[in-house]
Each structure stands twice: as C-alpha cells, then as structure tokens.
C-alpha cells in the first residue's frame, strides 16, 4: 500500500500534465504562430466556401482539370480518416491490375509517351495533395484540350504554382494539384 499512493499520484499527475496541460499549450503556441495551419490548411474557393486543404489529396476526374495521384483509399476517396498505403508488393497481380488499369484511363485520356509513376501509384498515406511538375506536365495537352486553353499558358500556369524544394534541399519540386486546379477555375470557370 505504501507504494501504491504515490503511484497513484505520479499517475494522475502526468495524466493531468501529458494529457491535458502540454496539449493546450502546444495547441496555443501552433495557433499563435501558425494559425492557417493550426485550423487545417483550408482553401476557399473564390465565393469564399471552404472547399478542401492543401494537406489532403482531393479527387478530381473531369479532363478539364489536373489530376492528382491516386488514392489509397479508393472506397472512401481522399478521406483522411482511413489514410493508409496499399501495403501491396509491386508482384501483387491485383497490384498490377489496379496500375495497369490506372496506365489504360491515363492512356486513353490522351497522354501519351512516358507516364509519370505518382500519376498511378498511390502515397504512402493515400492522400498526397502534390504532383511533380513532370506529372503535371503530361497532362498539359489534355486540359488545354478540354478548356480552349493554349498550351504554352497552361505551362506557364504550371511553372508559377510549383514549388521548390522546402528550405532549399528537403524533398523535391511539387505541385498543389488543388490550388492549381483553383487558378484554372479562376482564369476559365
């Protein structure tokens, strides 16, 4: 019993300051400093409505718009809630059909040549909201088809929204495949 109290104590303290007091503050200090990414990342389309974050994937299908990777969560679409990788080897024959399949649709949307491989192979959590400016690239003459677009002022658009490389050397140029389809929609809704 004597050793009981204070391990009692010692649990209800740090429950207390773990679970309670050192949450509030981190959670103070992110919004204080960080407030649009504290609150989700949103981004609001030009009427003001929410319509998304720049941390989560969002499914786009209509050849009028860039396409992002696929997701792995292919039953719930983009939803953060069951975020997970597909956890199948690249021999997996439904592997295989599911990126062989993804090859066809890319295919018979017009894009031709060399095929990106994050245009048909999910992230690791399923909901990456970037592309490399290659997999954007591709896509170029398919939505300039479908909005009346030049190519060269898609490739411009392109070249504007990507970004470098976080800090100078961490990670590899990308593209937010939202904010970019939200720019298309302001210059051609």
């Known amino acids: 019993m004597k050793e009981l109290k204070p391990t009692i104590l010692l649990f209800i303290a740090f429950t207390i300051i773990c679970g309670g007091i050192y949450p509030a503050i981190v959670t103070g200090v992110a919004y204080a400093v960080f407030p649009k990414q504290a609150k989700g990342s949103f981004i609001a389309d030009k009427s003001g409505k929410e319509i998304g974050s720049a941390l989560i994937g969002q499914p786009f299908?209509?050849?009028?718009?860039?396409?992002?990777?696929?997701s792995a969560t292919p039953?719930?679409?983009y939803n953060p809630a069951a975020s997970s990788g597909s956890n199948a080897g690249p021999?997996?024959?439904?592997?295989l059909n599911t990126v062989g399949d993804r090859v066809?649709?890319?295919q018979d949307s017009g894009i031709s040549g060399d095929i990106p491989a994050e245009l048909v192979q999910a992230s690791a959590?399923?909901?990456?909201?970037?592309?490399t400016p290659e997999a954007a690239k591709v896509q170029i003459p398919r939505v300039a088809k479908a909005r009346g677009m030049s190519v060269e002022q898609l490739a411009k658009l392109v070249a504007a929204h990507t970004e470098s490389r976080q800090f100078g050397f961490l990670g590899e140029p990308r593209i937010n495949v939202l904010v970019l389809n939200l720019e298309l929609d302001k210059m051609t809704p």
């Open 104 to 106: 066809k649709t890319l």
């Open 125 to 131: 959590s399923g909901l990456d909201p970037h592309v």
């Open 61 to 70: 299908s209509d050849p009028k718009y860039f396409w992002p990777r696929p």
């Open 91 to 95: 021999t997996n024959p439904a592997y």
């Open 75 to 77: 039953e719930f679409g």
